[in-house]
C-alpha cells in the first residue's frame, strides 16, 4: 500500500494548530492546553511514525523514485531563459527524512510531556510567583503560553524536516530561531545577583543575534543558489549530475573557488550559527537560561541538529567535485572547523560547574563531530551520530532538569525544616552543590548513566559507541589530524561525562538540599516516563548500525542504517573496510576516559574545590572562563556596535541628522506661524472684530441716556420725530 | 351736506386732545383713554374718507373695525398691566413706572 504523499503535508500542521487554539482559545486552561499541545504533538509523531514505516516496506527506498513528494506552485517566478519552472513548495520525504522525523517527533512528544511534570503542573499557585519568573514550588505562571511555544517550536522542525526544498527548510528554521528566543527568554523577569551573570533576556537576545548571523550568510547562500540553477528544490539540485557538475565547474566570484565552494561556505555558515559551532558557538550556553528541561533539550537535541541535518542534506551540493579522495573546500572547512569545536568545546566542558553548561559544551562538541564526519565525506556517520546523539542528549538534559527539579525540591524540604545550613540562594544547578543522588533519585541515576555512557561511548552496549565508532572509522580513513582531533575530544567526553555522574550522583551529599532531594513527587511521573522512553533509545538507536564487517557482532544485525539512509544519495557510499585500530582506539578513550574521571571525582567532600583547580592552573581558570570568547566578542562586536549606535547612528544621524532637519521643518513653520499671527491676524482680523464690538460699546455708552424709562418722554420725541418727517413730507420740493 | 373738511377738523380736534392728554396725564388709566381718543379720530378720519371718496369700496371700513379691534385689545392688555402694575408698586402715575432705563 503507498501512502498518499498529501499525508505528509499533515505533520507540521498540528502543532501548528495547537498553537493558535492555545493562544486564542484555551490559555485560560492550563489542562486544556497541554492537552491540545499534546493530542496536536501526538498525531504529528502517529504521522510521522506511519510514514517512516510506510518507507521501511519499499525496496531500495529513497533510490531513483521511490520516494515520497508532493508539491504545488507557489509563486510565478522562474525564467523561461534558463528553462526554470514556477517556484514549488512541496513536501519530500526520503530516508533522511524518514529517520529525523522518527527521532525529531518522539523527541518533541516526550519534551512535551515531560513539560507537564517540569512545569509542576497539579500544584497550586504559588503567592510568592510571578510571571516571567520561575516557580519556586508552584505550578508555571505561564503554562499555557509555554505550551504554545513549545508547539510552534514543533512546528518550526517538523516543517524544516519534511520540506523539499531550501526556502521552506529556511522558513522552517527561522521560526526555530524565533521560538527558541521566546523559550530561552521565558523567564524575562529573573534577575540574578551577579550583575555579570547572564539574564534569560539577554540570552535570549544573544541567541538571537548570533543564529541570525549565520542566518544572514546562510540566506546569501540560497540566493546564489536559486540565482545559479533556478531552483530550491532538494530533488532537482541535489540528485541531478548535470546541476552538480555544472555548480561544480562554475568559477565564483572568488577565484579560485567554484560555485559549489561559495554555496557550501555560505550554508555552511548557516549551520556554524544554527549548530552552535565555533566561532558562533557562545549562544548556546547561554541558552540554558531557558526553563531546563525543554529550552536546553530543544537546543540540544532538535533544534540544533538543524544545522547538521541541513548540511546533510546538503552534502551533493558541498561535495560537488568531490572524488573520493581530495574534498572540496567547503568540507576541508567542515572538517576543520568540526573537528576544532569539537575538541575545543569538550575542554571547556571539563571546568564547568554547571549540570547544563556541561552538557550545553558536550552538546557543541558533539555537533562538532558531526560537521567534522561530513567534511571527510561520512555522510551515514554524520547522519547515524545525529540520530544517537538526539535521543542520549534529550536523556541527559532532561535527565539534569529531574537533579534540578530534586535538589530545588530538597531545598525547599530542607527550608520548611528550618534548616538554615544552606546559604539562602543556593544554586540548584551547581554540580558541587550536589553529590550523592544516586540513592535519592534511583530513576534519574539510571537513566542518566545509560545517557552519559551513550555520550561517552561506552563499548558494544551504548548507541553512542556505534555511532562515534563510525566517525573515528571514517576519520582514519580519510584525514588523520581530524581523527586524532575527534579522539582527544571523544577521550575528554568520557571525562568530563563521569566528573559529571560522579559530582551529581555518586559520594556524599555536599549540601542540605542534596541531602533532602527526592524524586517522590507525583510531578516526576511524566519525567520518569520520558526519561525512561530515552534511555531505551539512548541503547538501542545504535544497534541499528553495526558495520558489518564488525568482529563478533557484525552480521547479526544487518547494517540496515547503512543500507537505507545511503538511499538518500545519488550513488551508495561505499562501506568502509573494518580496521581495528580506531576501533581499539574508541574504545580506549571511552573507558579511559571514564575511568580516569571516576578515580578523580568519585568523592569530592563538600566545600571542596575541583580537584583539577590546582594541577591545571592558569589552564583551569582559562577553561572555566570558556577562554574569555564572551569577553573577546563583547569587546570586538558588542561595544563597537553599541558605539556605533548609541554615537553614530543615535547621536549623529538621528539625533543630529534627522531630528536636525525635522526640528529645521518645524521652527521654520513655526516662524511663519508667528510672523502670521503678529502682522496679520493680531492687527487686521482681530482688529476689525474688536472695532465692530468697541463701536457698538461707545455708541450704546453715547446714546444710553436717552433710555429714561419714562414712556410720555418717548411719546415727545415720537411725536417730535413724526412732525419733523410730515413737514419735511408735505413741503414742497422736498416730498414729491 | 356737511363737508369732508369739518369731519377732519373734528378727527384732528379729537386727536389733538387725545394727544395731550397721552403727553400731559400722570395717571396711566388717563393716558390709555388719551389713546383711545387718538384712535377713534383717525377712526373719523377712516370712514370721512371712504364715504366722500371711494363709496363703493369698503377698505375704509374695514380699516376702522380693525382699529376698534386693536383699541380694545390694546385696553384690555393696558389695563390689565396697569392693573398689575398698581398691585405692586402701589402706583399708577407714569412718571413713577420707569424701572426700564439705562
Known amino acids: 500500500m503507498q501512502l498518499d504523499p498529501r499525508l505528509v503535508w499533515l505533520i507540521p500542521v498540528p502543532p501548528l494548530l495547537s498553537f493558535f487554539l492555545i493562544v486564542l482559545f484555551t490559555n485560560r486552561s492550563k489542562a486544556f492546553s497541554h492537552a491540545v499541545a499534546i493530542v496536536s504533538i501526538l498525531s504529528s509523531l502517529g504521522l510521522s511514525l506511519a510514514v517512516f514505516f510506510q518507507t521501511l516496506t519499499v525496496e531500495h527506498f529513497g533510490e531513483g523514485e521511490t520516494i515520497i513528494q508532493h508539491a504545488v506552485d507557489w509563486l510565478p517566478f522562474g525564467s523561461a531563459a534558463v528553462g526554470t519552472k514556477p517556484l514549488q513548495m512541496g513536501v519530500l520525504v526520503d530516508p533522511l527524512t524518514a529517520v529525523t522525523l522518527f527521532f525529531v517527533s518522539i523527541a518533541c512528544a516526550l519534551i512535551f510531556i515531560y513539560s507537564v511534570g517540569y512545569s509542576n503542573f497539579g500544584k497550586p499557585r504559588d503567592p510568592h510567583d510571578t510571571p516571567g519568573n520561575p516557580p519556586h514550588n508552584g505550578v508555571e505562571p505561564l503554562y499555557s503560553r509555554f505550551f504554545a511555544f513549545l508547539s510552534l517550536f514543533a512546528f518550526g522542525m517538523l516543517l524544516l524536516v519534511v520540506a523539499d526544498n531550501l526556502l521552506l527548510l529556511f522558513v522552517g528554521w527561522e521560526i526555530m530561531g524565533l521560538c527558541s528566543y521566546l523559550l530561552i527568554g521565558f523567564w524575562y523577569a529573573r534577575k540574578y545577583e551577579n550583575p555579570n551573570q547572564i539574564t534569560p533576556r539577554q540570552a535570549a537576545v544573544k541567541a538571537f543575534m548570533t543564529t541570525r548571523v549565520g542566518d544572514v550568510i546562510m540566506m546569501l547562500g540560497i540566493v546564489y543558489l536559486y540565482n545559479l540553477t533556478g531552483t530550491l528544490s532538494f530533488r532537482e539540485i541535489l540528485y541531478n549530475e548535470e546541476v552538480l557538475h555544472m555548480l561544480a565547474t562554475t568559477p565564483s566570484y572568488i577565484v579560485g573557488l567554484s560555485a559549489a565552494g561559495l554555496i557550501g561556505l555560505l550554508l555552511f555558515a548557516g549551520a556554524v550559527g544554527k549548530s552552535a559551532q565555533f566561532p558562533l558557538h557562545v549562544w548556546l550556553p547561554d541558552a540554558m537560561e531557558g526553563p531546563t528541561p525543554v529550552s536546553a533539550m530543544i537546543h540540544a537535541a532538535t533544534m540544533v541538529s538543524a544545522g547538521v541535518y541541513a548540511m546533510i542534506r546538503m552534502y551533493p551540493v ?320 558588542v561595544r563597537p556596535m553599541t558605539w556605533l549606535s548609541e554615537v553614530v547612528v543615535s547621536a549623529w544621524v538621528d539625533r543630529g541628522l534627522i531630528d536636525g532637519t525635522l526640528h529645521l521643518i518645524g521652527r521654520t513653520a513655526l516662524r511663519i506661524g508667528h510672523a502670521f499671527r503678529n502682522y496679520f491676524d493680531a492687527p487686521v482680523v482681530n482688529g476689525f472684530g474688536d472695532l465692530v464690538g468697541e463701536g457698538t460699546k461707545w455708541f450704546g455708552r453715547r446714546f444710553r441716556v436717552i433710555q429714561t424709562g419714562n414712556v410720555q418722554q418717548y411719546l415727545v420725541v415720537v411725536m417730535v420725530i413724526v412732525l419733523v418727517v410730515g413737514v419735511v413730507l408735505t413741503l414742497p420740493g422736498l416730498g414729491r | 351736506m356737511i363737508p369732508l373738511s369739518w369731519y377732519l377738523i373734528l378727527a384732528a380736534a379729537l386727536f389733538c386732545v387725545g394727544l395731550y392728554g397721552v403727553l400731559a396725564r400722570k395717571n396711566a388709566v388717563a393716558i390709555l383713554m388719551g389713546i383711545e381718543l387718538m384712535l377713534n379720530a383717525v377712526n373719523i378720519n377712516l370712514v370721512a374718507f371712504w364715504r366722500y371718496l371711494t363709496p363703493n369700496v369698503p377698505s375704509g371700513q374695514m380699516f376702522a373695525i380693525i382699529v376698534f379691534t386693536v383699541a380694545a385689545a390694546e385696553a384690555a392688555v393696558g389695563l390689565a398691566l396697569i392693573i398689575s402694575i398698581y398691585r405692586r408698586r402701589n402706583t399708577v402715575v407714569a412718571e413713577e413706572i420707569d424701572l426700564m432705563k439705562w
Open chain 1, 318 to 637: 558541498l561535495s560537488a567535485g568531490f572524488d573520493g579522495h581530495t574534498p572540496t573546500v567547503a568540507m576541508n572547512a567542515m572538517a576543520f572547523i568540526g573537528a576544532f569545536t569539537a575538541l575545543f568545546a569538550a575542554t571547556i566542558a571539563v571546568a564547568q560547574r554547571d549540570v547544563k553548561k556541561v552538557l550545553a559544551y558536550s552538546t557543541i562538541s558533539q555537533l562538532g563531530y558531526m560537521i567534522a564526519a561530513l567534511g571527510i565525506g561520512g555522510y551515514i556517520a554524520a547522519a547515524f551520530h545525529l540520530v544517537t546523539h538526539a535521543f542520549f542528549k534529550a536523556l541527559l538534559f532532561l535527565g539534569s532538569g529531574s537533579v534540578i527539579h530534586g535538589v530545588e525540591h530538597g531545598a525547599h524540604h530542607s527550608h520548611e525544616k528550618g534548616g538554615h545550613a544552606d546559604p539562602p540562594l543556593l544554586d540548584p544547578q551547581d554540580m558541587f552543590n550536589m553529590g550523592g543522588l544516586a540513592k535519592k533519585m534511583p530513576v534519574t541515576y539510571w537513566t542518566f548513566v545509560i545517557g552519559g555512557f551513550a555520550l561517552s561511548g561506552f563499548p558494544l552496549v551504548t548507541a553512542g559507541f556505534w555511532s562515534k565508532d563510525e566517525i573515528l572509522a571514517d576519520a582514519f580513513a580519510h584525514n588523520q589530524i581530524v581523527f586524532w582531533t575527534l579522539a582527544a575530544a571523544a577521550f575528554l567526553t568520557a571525562f568530563y561525562t563521569m566528573r559529571q555522574i560522579c559530582l551529581t550522583f555518586l559520594g556524599q551529599p555536599r549540601t542540605k538540599a542534596a541531602e533532602h532531594a527526592s524524586e517522590s513527587d507525583p510531578i516526576f511521573e511524566p519525567m520518569k516516563f520520558a526519561l525512561l522512553v530515552l534511555a531505551f533509545f539512548a541503547i538501542t538507536a545504535g544497534w541499528v548500525g553495526i558495520p558489518e564487517h564488525f568482529p563478533g557482532l557484525g552480521g547479526l544485525l544487518p547494517n540496515w542504517f547503512h543500507e537505507f539512509v545511503g538511499g538518500t544519495l545519488l550513488e551508495h557510499p561505499e562501506t568502509l573496510e573494518f580496521n581495528f585500530f580506531p576501533l581499539a582506539t574508541s574504545i580506549v578513550v571511552a573507558l579511559g576516559g571514564l575511568f580516569l574521571g571516576w578515580l578523580v571525582y568519585r568523592d569530592v567532600p563538600a566545600g571542596a574545590a575541583d580537584p583539577l583547580e590546582a594541577p591545571l592552573g592558569p589552564l583551569y581558570v582559562a577553561l572555566k572562563n570558556k577562554y574569555g570568547f564572551d569577553e573577546a566578542y563583547a569587546t570586538l562586536f
